[in-house]
């Protein structure tokens, strides 16, 4: 079982950056996929990224393509994500998430979640 602690979030004005991280525990980090994926007030939970165990190859939503950028660095177990151009639709709990492979991060293990709030 993997353990994962989101940090990073808070309150940011439209048009700026964030950088959320997530700390990776109890299991070889460098061979599973890791993504993040939010949730806002009244509202599914969605993906936002996906990065592969190599990192070689990322994935977006349309949402946010072009604005973030998910990486990771396997030495320290820990996956980012930067997002710029911050819009307030951006605000949600974002959690992360891990798994063997990018197609069942959904049903991984799981953060607690950290919160980012944009406001206009």
């Known amino acids: 079982q993997v353990q994962l602690v989101e940090s990073g979030g808070g309150l940011v004005q439209a048009g700026g950056s964030l950088r959320l991280s997530c700390a990776a525990s109890g299991r070889t980090f460098r061979n599973y996929a890791m993504g993040w994926f939010r949730q806002a007030p009244g509202k599914e939970r969605e993906f936002v990224a996906a990065i592969y165990w190599s990192g070689s190859n990322t994935y977006y939503a349309d949402s946010v393509k072009g604005r973030f950028t998910i990486s990771r660095d396997n030495a320290k177990n820990t996956v980012f994500l930067q997002m710029n151009s911050l819009k307030p639709e951006d605000t949600a709990v974002y959690y992360c998430?891990?798994?063997?492979?990018?197609?069942?991060?959904?049903?991984?293990?799981w953060g607690q979640g950290t919160q980012v709030t944009v406001s206009s």
């Open positions: 998430a891990s798994s063997a492979s990018i197609a069942t991060l959904s049903s991984g293990s």
